[in-house]
């Protein structure tokens, strides 16, 4: 599962099997390491992030920080889904 940016004890990770068909491009977020009840976050066309859950109950202010993160370096994100899963599906 490729581990795409840390902040602090967090994780942003996507894991190695997102699905048959491929999900639409997300990222996971656990506070240490990588948990099936992880928080997800979709990331849309335009880099925005939308919460899809927050299994993790991330505070907040924490989770407003990282989506924050997150979209500054959504093509980094982008990038790595593409040469991970050879293709991209967007939520939105």
């Not at 996971?28 to 993790?56: E, F, R």
């Not at 997150?70 to 990038?79: Q, S």
Request: aromatic content about 12%.
């Amino acid at each position: 599962m490729p581990q795409l940016l840390r902040f602090g004890p967090y994780r942003v990770y996507f894991w190695s099997n997102e699905g048959l068909p491929l999900e639409p491009v997300h990222v996971h977020v656990s506070d240490g390491m990588p948990h099936a009840d992880a928080t997800k976050i979709w990331i849309t066309s335009t880099g925005n992030c939308l919460l899809c859950n927050n299994n993790s109950r991330i505070p907040n202010h924490t989770l407003r920080n990282i989506m924050r993160m997150i979209e500054a370096r959504h093509e980094d994100v982008i990038r790595a889904w593409l040469k991970y899963f050879d293709e991209i599906h967007y939520f939105c």
